[in-house]
């Protein structure tokens, strides 16, 4: 039986894992790298780019090369490479792919299925866009899973009799997510998250970007130029000096020729501190410290009832993280699992347990966002339309499926529309809308004396299937929610894009060859030419000049 991966698909790097003999590994590329990062391009011979060849594209052709595709998944947005589009789950593919590809390279054997991992706090849309990306990468996905579920699966609790309760702060390159989680031996259950979907490193390497524009201008006396090109080199000028001042209290960013002033040409040499940094970033760290709080009300508990927090995420390799955190909860935050890898080996376990491999880990996840329906409600003032019926709420262990009757508002109603929104405002509108559906041609009956059964159902993917069924003559519509419609991929949408994305490779490969070869035919040149200089001359002479010396020099 093909072995089954993890795979953590990041916004700034990507990781693949495996299970030997039970265990999770994380499979390397073959210079040894763990991480991939999340980065694709196309070269100025149209020459595919995925990895670090991408990233260090980036500053100097960001026309070229996309990177945090992540912050977009579930959305409508449209890349540009080339000339060709992409969808947010084609780009994503093209890194599945590379992982896939690098997977079946070193296990010698073609690879299929994969476990892999969103922030908790994703929508249905993007699960579901998610779950399309593996699609088209050639990979059957087992699950979509939680990142902090995902990790916490990868912590060994000392006592297999005795409950740990753990939180695990999830902080990466473009997600946050806190989750509260009981291990008991082998038995992992959340119990609550909370997060933004747009909060990480990402953000941080913004902040510390603005400043050096600010410098720039300081020193200068005018503003950065406006210019793709400047920008990408300041953003990774930013990134570079915020992993450097995670083990230095000061870092010098030096770029040269950013701009002139006439025939001046100008630069930027600016010296940061951790402090500096730190006094940019501490507003959105506390932001996450309100999640820590709402994540604990939810689960009904205090700080002082954690057993243990387990800091993930490659962002959390940031001094004030961890401080911060410490602080907040009053005991000491810990990085024991790898926070750059965890995820992934966590993926991993799980993709053991779903293809059939000796592990005993079992995982009970939950639903992170209230599920539900625009209702109208009865009151002492009238009918008040567009409240939020909630069906399934928030932190409810899934798979799950929830059920609850709803009746006709007029008399003589005909049709009624079925609107499914996910959130926790009680005004319907206000929450994310997921889809809807009608039912039509209703018994003529008074107010109230129609009934629907309206059922909630949630896999383990996070893919949210609605029905409603009138009662008297079992009329019944249903939809599988996966985010808006405009946003999710049909199945000759999906078949479509497998195809475009093996042409893409083939492509590369038939590249590939042409350049070898092309290098096979200069070099046979350069040998046949070595060959006819080696032929003109007499071996005597040749041995002459190379061994007697300088008759100038004696």
């Known amino acids: 039986m093909a072995q089954a991966i993890g795979i953590d698909l990041g916004t700034t790097n990507s990781v693949v894992a495996a299970l030997d003999g039970g265990e999770p590994w994380v499979i390397t590329d073959e210079d040894g790298n763990e991480l991939l990062p999340s980065c694709v391009g196309l070269d100025a011979n149209g020459k595919l780019l995925v990895g670090t060849d991408a990233w260090n594209q980036y500053a100097a052709a960001p026309d070229r090369t996309v990177r945090s595709i992540k912050r977009q998944m579930g959305t409508n947005h449209l890349t540009t490479l080339g000339d060709q589009t992409y969808r947010p789950q084609e780009i994503s593919a093209i890194i599945l792919r590379n992982l896939k590809e690098r997977a079946e ?33 050639g990979l059957e996905v087992l699950q979509i899973i939680n990142e902090p579920t995902a990790a916490a699966l990868t912590y060994e609790s000392p006592d297999e009799d005795v409950t740990e309760r753990v939180l695990v702060y ?81 870092v010098t960013v030096r770029e040269g020729f950013l701009g002139s002033q006439g025939a001046k040409p100008l630069h930027l040499e600016v010296e ?55 602080e907040h909860l009053g005991q000491e935050a810990s990085s024991s699992v790898q926070p750059d890898l965890c995820v992934a080996l966590g993926a991993a376990i799980q993709a053991g347990v779903l293809s059939g491999e000796e592990v005993s880990a079992i995982l009970v996840d939950i639903t992170p966002h209230s599920l539900g329906l625009a209702t109208v409600v009865e009151t002492p003032f009238g009918l008040v339309p567009n409240r939020f019926s909630v069906i399934i709420p928030r ?136 060959e006819e200089d080696s032929a003109d001359l007499d071996p005597d002479t040749e041995a002459l000049t190379v061994d007697a010396p300088d008759p100038a020099a004696s």
């Open 395 to 530: 932190n409810t262990p899934i798979p799950v499926s929830q059920s609850d009757v709803f009746a006709t508002v007029r008399d003589n109603q005909k049709n009624v529309e079925i609107e499914v929104f996910q959130g926790e405002n009680a005004i319907a509108n206000e929450n994310v809308p997921l889809g809807n559906f009608r039912l039509v041609d209703l018994p003529l009956l008074p107010a109230g004396e129609v009934t629907l059964e309206v059922t909630f159902d949630f896999d383990l993917n996070g893919i949210l299937t609605v029905t409603a069924i009138e009662k008297s003559q079992g009329q019944q519509n249903s939809i599988e929610v996966s985010g808006l419609d405009t946003s999710r991929l049909s199945s000759h949408d999906i078949k479509q894009a497998q195809s475009n994305l093996d042409l893409l490779f083939n492509n590369q490969e038939a590249l590939l060859a042409a350049e070898l070869e092309g290098m096979e035919a200069e070099l046979e040149a350069e040998l046949g030419e070595d």
């Open 105 to 137: 390279a070193l296990l010698e054997e073609p690879v299929t299925q994969a476990v892999i991992t969103v922030p908790a706090y994703f929508t249905d849309a993007q699960r579901q866009a998610t779950k399309e990306a593996g699609e088209i990468a």
């Open 272 to 326: 940061i501190t951790r402090d500096t940094f730190e006094t940019l970033i501490e507003p959105l760290l506390e932001e996450t410290l309100e999640a820590i709080d709402r994540a604990l009300k939810d689960a009904e508990m205090k700080a002082e009832e954690l057993d243990r927090v387990i800091l993930v995420g490659g962002s959390t390799r940031i001094p004030l993280v961890r401080r911060l955190v410490t």
């Open 170 to 250: 999830d902080l990466g390159g473009g997600t946050f997510d806190v989750s509260i989680v009981d291990i008991t031996g082998d038995v992992t259950e959340v119990i609550a998250s909370h997060g933004n979907n747009r909060l990480g490193g990402d953000d941080f390497d913004r902040r510390l970007q603005l400043h050096l524009n600010q410098c720039f201008q300081d020193s200068n006396g005018t503003p950065v130029p406006p210019d793709p090109t400047v920008e990408a080199r300041l953003l990774r000028a930013a990134e570079q000096a915020k992993i450097n001042l995670s083990s230095h209290s000061y």
